[in-house]
């Protein structure tokens, strides 16, 4: 199984950027796909979940309204578009595959992980 993270970069505030991560070697339709992010000196914290089918999708509340999770079965891709990135957005952005469809903000639920991706945002 693999999941690689890309479109990360250097903007500035206000910029927007757009995620994507591809899958293979899982059953993409099969899992909810997450991002989730880490910036220096903090703990990885959820960002954005999309379910199996693409119908729901939940974001934590700092970027609610700024940034939209979708996914494209077709590609075997999840996408993350990022709008008013602010310079606080700044972290490695990580894609991850969860089987279980609970607990989505929890990091400890999800089975696969992408390597992540540098977002850096300049005020």
């Known amino acids: 199984v693999q999941l690689q993270a890309s479109g990360g970069g250097l903007v500035q505030a206000g910029d927007s950027l757009r995620l994507s991560c591809t899958t293979s070697g899982l059953t993409f339709s099969s899992y909810v796909m997450g991002w989730f992010r880490q910036a220096p000196g903090k703990e990885r914290e959820f960002v954005a979940a999309?379910?199996?089918?693409?119908?729901?999708?939940y974001y934590t509340d700092s970027v609610k309204g700024r940034f939209t999770i979708s996914r494209d079965s077709a590609k075997n891709t999840v996408y993350l578009q990022m709008n008013s990135l602010k310079s606080e957005d700044t972290a490695v952005y990580y894609c991850?595959?969860?089987?279980?469809?609970?607990?989505?903000?929890?990091?400890?639920?999800?089975?696969?992980w992408g390597q992540g991706t540098q977002v850096t945002v300049s005020s």
């Open positions: 991850a595959a969860n089987s279980a469809d609970r607990y989505l903000h929890r990091a400890t639920e999800y089975d696969y």
């Open positions: 999309i379910s199996w089918n693409g119908v729901s999708t």
